[in-house]
């Protein structure tokens, strides 16, 4: 192995962006103050990609004075200006794509067709979804409930929102943050993940350039003890929305609970991957080997359980297997590269860790290595299917996050679908059927916030993502996301114009 050195201007263009420091505050770049540096590393090689100052505490509390300034004016604005904003914002980024792709792909490791084809104008489709949905901020109707009255709901921002992301698709979870509350006149604090800053940075710059006002987008970078904790406790947040493990969410939601605020958690996910044995075997092989291996595994939706009905399990594992060697490993930036590393080595080692402990009670079709050769200073990791795994076990209780698939068979209809639903998450699942009884059932009783039939995977700004159970509460992208960044008003207006009313007799004197 040899020592990587920095990542070299072809790779990492963007680099004189960051030259004032990462921190987005105000509509600048500011260097953090806590004193501690973090550096960003190219995971398909090793090099330095950035070296920043990490925020303290200082720069939590300047970032959410900026938002607090900024807030009367945004709320105040018109949805009209609001949505004009956001559509400028929505062509600035489509300006930057390729920018924007490239240092996702540096970041993170993704492979340049993944940042091209899905998170990229992923991220430009949801910013024109919300510059039309901002309009549509609707209310219930207005009534004479009581006959003496008039009554009508107001909804209203909820103040200033503090974010935070994880780094999986660092741009997309800065967008699906950001979008819904500045849409609904909020401003926002996010912390993206200390490993990921960079597409958070570039996207809040862009809503500077797009003409957003100075403090309603900000972004404070460093670590979640320190940054992401003085966020959520702050008394000047209103809201904590929250996107990574299950395990930091229950941690900030004591946090945010101590502070009475509203709070949005979107978790980890384990998601079961059900093949009835009338279901198309090319198609169920196909899908299971895009949906586990999406973003190198590291998709909380991602298909991480395939229970597979009996007569079909001997030939899905056999073709789920043989279908993943033949998957590219490879720089993130070359052309027939079809999987990149994981995020870091430390996540790798993880990831291998996992796979080690469930060689003990299972067995591994293929995978369960890192590629060595000249990948060798990469955080790589071959695509792995396990098979013989009991239920119970750590491996399919818990998520791995990485190209890890798990292999199971039943018998019954009833048992497949129990057993899909036996973990303790609910974010996403999927059925493969041709019977339309059998994936109309699916749909009722697989406990998760997304079904998807003959299909894994696919999302879009039009419909709700989020999680049931211990994969938390309420929705990102859709219109439904405005039920967690907007709160309603009752506004009550008296139409009699009398002085003693007739309900104070409750209080004083007789009718
Ligand atoms: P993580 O929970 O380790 O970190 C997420 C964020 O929380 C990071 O920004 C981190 O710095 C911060 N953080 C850590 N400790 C904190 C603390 N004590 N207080 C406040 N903030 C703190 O998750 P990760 O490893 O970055 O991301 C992977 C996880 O995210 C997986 O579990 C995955 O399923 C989940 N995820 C969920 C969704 C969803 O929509 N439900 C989407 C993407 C990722």
């Known amino acids: 192995m040899h020592t990587p050195g920095t990542a070299t201007p072809e790779r990492f263009p963007a680099r004189d962006h960051f030259a004032d420091g990462a921190q987005y505050i105000a509509g600048r770049l500011a260097h953090g103050t806590s004193g501690h540096a973090h550096t960003v590393v190219d995971p398909a090689t090793g090099a330095e990609v950035l070296t920043y100052g990490l925020a303290g505490a200082d720069d939590v509390d300047a970032a959410v004075a900026a938002a607090r300034a900024a807030f009367p004016g945004w709320a105040g604005a018109t949805p009209g200006e609001r949505s004009d904003a956001l559509h400028r914002f929505a062509g600035v980024l489509a300006e930057r794509a390729e920018e924007f792709a490239r240092a996702e792909s540096l970041q993170c490791g993704k492979p340049l067709k993944l940042s091209r084809e899905f998170d990229v104008p992923g991220t430009v489709d949801n910013t024109a979804f919300f510059a039309g949905a901002a309009r549509h901020l609707q209310g219930q109707s207005a009534g004479e409930y009581t006959g003496d009255h008039t009554s009508y709901v107001r909804r209203e921002p909820i103040g200033v929102v503090g974010s935070i992301a994880p780094w999986n698709y660092p741009l997309q979870m800065a967008a699906w943050k950001i979008l819904p509350a500045i849409a609904a006149g909020n401003t926002i604090v996010l912390k993206p993940s200390e490993l990921t800053p960079l597409t958070s940075l570039m996207f809040a710059r862009a809503a500077t350039d797009a003409g957003i006002p100075d403090g309603v987008v900000n972004i404070v970078t460093g ?289």
């Open 223 to 511: 670590t979640g003890r320190e940054a992401g904790e003085r966020l959520v406790g702050h008394p000047d947040v209103a809201m904590t929305s929250f996107t990574g493990s299950t395990a930091v969410g229950r941690r900030v939601a004591a946090l945010a609970t101590a502070t009475v605020k509203r709070l949005h958690l979107e978790l980890g996910g384990k998601a079961p991957f059900v093949v009835f044995d009338d279901a198309d075997l090319d198609a169920a092989v196909q899908g299971a080997v895009a949906a586990s291996l999406i973003n190198t595994g590291q998709d909380c939706t991602a298909a991480t359980r395939a229970y597979v009905q009996r007569p079909l399990y001997d030939a899905f594992v056999a073709r789920t297997a043989a279908l993943m060697e033949t998957v590219r490993l490879g720089d993130p930036f070359a052309p027939g590269t079809d999987l990149g590393p994981l995020v870091s080595h430390a996540h790798r080692d993880r990831v291998a860790a996992f796979v080690d402990r469930a060689r003990a009670h299972a067995r591994v079709v293929t995978g369960g290595e890192a590629p060595g050769g000249e990948l060798e200073d990469g955080a790589y990791y071959r695509p792995t299917l396990i098979v013989d795994a009991a239920q119970d076990s750590e491996t399919v209780q818990t998520e791995i996050f990485g190209p890890v698939l798990v292999v199971l068979p039943f018998d019954g209809d009833d048992e497949g679908i129990a057993l899909a639903n036996d973990t303790p998450y609910g974010l996403a699942a999927s059925a493969w059927t041709g019977g339309v009884y059998r994936a109309n059932r699916a749909t009722r009783e697989l406990r998760a916030g997304c079904v998807w039939i003959n299909d894994h995977i696919p999302i879009l700004s039009e419909m709700p993502h989020g999680g049931h159970r211990n994969s938390g509460f309420g929705k990102d992208m859709s219109v439904y996301s405005f039920e967690e960044y907007t709160q309603v008003k009752h506004v009550m207006f008296d139409n009699t114009a009398v002085a003693a009313k007739d309900w104070h007799r409750t209080v004083f004197g007789d009718r």
